[in-house]
């Protein structure tokens, strides 16, 4: 299965913190470039993430996906005090191709992918058949690439 994984930092050593998530990953078919930009929500004065789109090909569960996400924020100490708060790690499941779930704690789809443009600009690129046509006019917030994940200087 086709499978969408959204990751974000802005605290610690960010480009380390997501390579690292990144490279844990089983089935990685694609990573977008790194974008960057400024905190959508949360508490005034957090740090700037960095942000990527990863593709992954597995066979898992929304529910078995979820619990590896929350392995890979674990794994990075990502501590939970505030909602869309600084974070070591951040990673949501985007999108399943074919699937849909609305629970309490978990939504396929990701019910806010569509209104951010940190999520958007990565995810076009690797995955642009997904984007609904006009995403460009429907999303809010400044992103700007700065590199990929693997480039030493960037």
Avoid: K
Avoid at 117 to 131: G, N, S, Y
């Amino acid at each position: 299965m086709r499978v969408l994984l959204g990751l974000g930092s802005n605290l610690g050593d960010r480009r380390r913190l997501l390579a690292e998530a990144v490279d844990s990953l089983s089935g990685v078919v694609a990573v977008s470039p790194l974008y960057e930009t400024a905190p959508v929500g949360g508490p005034s004065g957090q740090g700037a993430f960095l942000n990527l789109v990863v593709e992954i090909d597995s066979d898992l569960s929304a529910r078995e996906l979820l619990g590896v996400c929350q392995r890979l924020e674990a794994a990075a100490e990502r501590v939970r005090t505030e909602r869309w708060g600084p974070r070591t790690l951040d990673v949501d499941i985007l999108w399943i191709d074919g699937v849909t779930v609305d629970e309490p704690d978990l939504e396929v789809p990701h019910p806010r992918m569509w209104s951010r443009r940190f999520v958007m600009a990565p995810l076009v690129d690797v995955a642009p058949d997904v984007a609904p046509a006009g995403w460009e006019r429907q999303v809010e917030g400044d992103v700007r690439q700065v590199g990929r994940l693997d480039d030493e200087d960037s």
